[in-house]
């Protein structure tokens, strides 16, 4: 492999251990502000290098122009870069799997083609944003199209060697991912896929002719796809989709001691619950029963086990009990609720445990899960919005200093255009205004706090700050204003913080930002909304502390930019707020003063 892609991979991992630093809690204030300010610069300088050694290597290589030696390269690299769940860079791997596929197809170098149309469809898979119904799914159609491409070599079998005969049949397994599962057709569409690939996979025939192929991990890996039909379930008394995922619940549950060693990763800690809510949902059990066992599974998780498995066992399981306890009949939810309940405060203590200045993904995603879970039982639970940004510490100081600026600037407007506000939390009057601007000013706060949780969802498959971003990842992380707005409403915040998290980058004249195609902001929010979108430009542009993927502009160079575009992306009536030279000043003092106590308190280490 070039060297100049170990160096790659040297800076990747330099700024992945920069980005989430450790701190002692007696550590100096001076001395935790000019580390963190210090790895960003160094974070800095890693990403230009790696700006420039993937335009030499990838980005401006022409597919025609590659030699064999650069082949090699270029696929060990690649294959280095992607690990499924625990890539390196899959971000990166897409793109060098892209590359090599279109020299492959100019060579005509069908193993060639069939491994790197493998390579690409499941990078992108892992890279794509998916929401729980597949709403969204922005390259979910371009990932089945590079499968199912894969998949049709099949005709061609018995041609080629043993290793592609294995990309051909994981295309063929894998034919059915990113296929929407939420209504009854798509279910139906879903499986006639499946049974498709299965009839291929279990077929005599092909065992006979490559016995050695792992034909078990191939059939395991498809039933447990099937289980995520278990989402569906939950929602719609469907017999025959519960046969079918009953069916694939045992087969799982029959092979949960397959795997040893370094497969156990293909054994899921989910095993025997999958098997009772299967059960349940093909009425061979009660809810009471599905319950009983995710009590069982957590109980028996160390409450200090801070690994992937205990973080889903100790927070994920408990989301699926929220599910299956509403399904309870009365009686029993009344006998089991003191043991329900303190599962709950179970995971809220763990919550609160979790090793401080570790971003975990897994958390994130078992945290958003368990939100998700108690919307639908309608339990939801405000507070633990805060578990997800904390998740995050980047996102969290972030936030926090949104949240600050935003209410600086509508208590600005407050004294200055109090009629702007008509309309905002019921106020008919301009007086009305007056007498709640300090619950104006508080539900301005809260906006800006929770603007940015839908990056909890796109951080499970995008989060770097070592290179440039991808097209395909900027894509993929517009859709964080949408996730977050969902997140919000199942939190009770439909009318205030969804459309603040919603809206947060569209232009103030409608004409520019994300997410497109949706109606105009509400008039009821709207004014909150304008000094959200400047406090978040403003916050982002100017942080000197601990951005590390851009550097930070001067004050002044940035009110220059929003003054240049008032009326387009930004409100005139906030923008004019930054004409007032005494407002100015105090907005620079807080930026300074504030932002480093905010690192502070983020970081755990007292001034």
């Given amino acids: 492999m070039d060297p100049r892609f170990e160096r790659y991979i040297e800076d990747l991992r330099t700024v992945r251990t920069l980005s989430q630093p450790k701190f002692s809690p007696d550590m100096k204030a001076k001395e935790l502000l000019e580390t963190i300010q210090s790895n960003a610069i160094r974070c800095f300088d890693c990403m230009k290098e790696n700006n420039a050694i993937l335009n030499e290597l990838v980005f401006r290589r022409a597919p025609a122009e590659l030699t064999s030696a650069e082949i090699a390269s270029l696929q060990e690299f690649a294959d280095k870069m992607f690990d499924y769940a625990s890539s390196e860079d899959c971000g990166i791997a897409y793109k060098v799997y892209s590359l090599l596929l279109e020299n492959a197809r100019l060579r005509g170098d069908k193993p060639a083609i069939v491994r790197y149309l493998y390579g690409k469809a499941v990078s992108l898979h892992y890279l794509n944003v998916r929401g729980r119904d597949y709403a969204i799914n922005p390259y979910g159609t371009q990932v089945r199209g590079l499968f199912q491409e894969g998949a049709g070599y099949i005709a061609e079998y ?38 498709k690939a299965m009839g291929i996979i279990t077929d005599p025939y092909y065992h006979r002719l490559d016995p050695d192929l792992p034909w078990g991990k191939f059939e395991y890996a498809m039933h ?109 939810r009344r006998e089991m609720a003191c043991r329900t309940e303190e599962v709950m405060d179970r995971s809220l203590r763990y919550l609160d ?87 104006i000013c508080e539900l301005a706060y809260e906006c800006g706090l929770y603007h940015d949780v839908g990056k909890s969802c796109v951080f499970l498959y995008i989060g770097n700050n070592y290179r440039r971003l991808l097209d395909e990842e900027f894509t993929c992380i517009q859709w964080h204003t949408v996730f977050g707005c969902e997140l919000l409403c199942n939190v009770g915040g439909k009318d205030d913080l969804a459309p603040a998290a919603l809206y947060h980058h569209t232009f103030y004249d409608g004409h520019g930002g994300y997410p497109k195609n949706y109606p105009p902001c509400p008039a009821g929010i709207k004014p909150i909304v304008d000094a959200l979108t400047v406090a978040d430009s403003l916050d982002a542009a100017t942080d000197n502390i601990g951005r590390c993927y851009t550097m930070a502009k001067p004050v002044d160079t940035l009110l220059g930019e929003f003054h240049a575009q008032r009326g387009t992306r930004y409100a005139p009536e906030v923008v004019a707020l930054l004409d007032d030279e005494e407002f100015c000043r105090d907005l620079k003092e807080t930026l300074d003063e504030t932002r480093k106590s905010v690192y502070l308190e983020v970081y755990h280490v007292k001034r």
Wanted: one cysteine or more.
């Fill in 224 to 332: 447990m796809d099937r289980e995520t039909l278990l989402s569906y379930l939950r929602h719609h008394n469907d017999p025959v989709v519960a046969a079918r995922v009953m069916e694939s619940a045992e087969a799982i549950y029959r092979d949960r001691v397959l795997y040893k060693g370094e497969e156990a990763r293909l054994q899921n800690w989910r095993v025997s619950y999958l098997y009772k809510a299967a059960c349940f949902h093909a009425g061979r059990c009660t809810a009471r029963e599905v319950v009983e066992e995710l009590l069982d599974i957590i109980h028996h998780t160390d409450i200090q086990d801070y690994s992937d498995t205990g973080i889903n066992k100790n927070l994920t399981a408990v989301s699926y009990l929220v599910a299956y306890e509403v399904k309870m009949p009365p009686a029993d």
């Fill in 158 to 195: 018995e041609s080629f060697d043993k290793t592609t005969k294995g990309y051909i049949m994981r295309c063929l397994g894998n034919s059915r991912m990113s296929m929407p599962r939420s209504t009854s057709e798509e279910c139906t569409e879903y499986m006639k896929v499946f049974d």
């Fill in 353 to 439: 445990n979790v090793p401080q200045n570790r971003y975990s993904r897994v958390v994130s995603r078992a945290v958003r899960e368990l939100v998700e879970m108690q919307a639908e039982a309608g339990t939801a639970r405000r507070s633990l919005l805060n578990y997800i940004l904390v998740a995050h510490k980047p996102t969290y100081v972030h936030s926090m200093m949104v949240a600050g600026l935003t209410r600086m600037f509508v208590k600005q407007m407050l004294k200055k255009l109090p009629e702007r506000f008509v309309g905002v939390m019921g106020c008919k009057t301009v007086e009305e205004v007056r007498r709640s601007r300090i619950e």
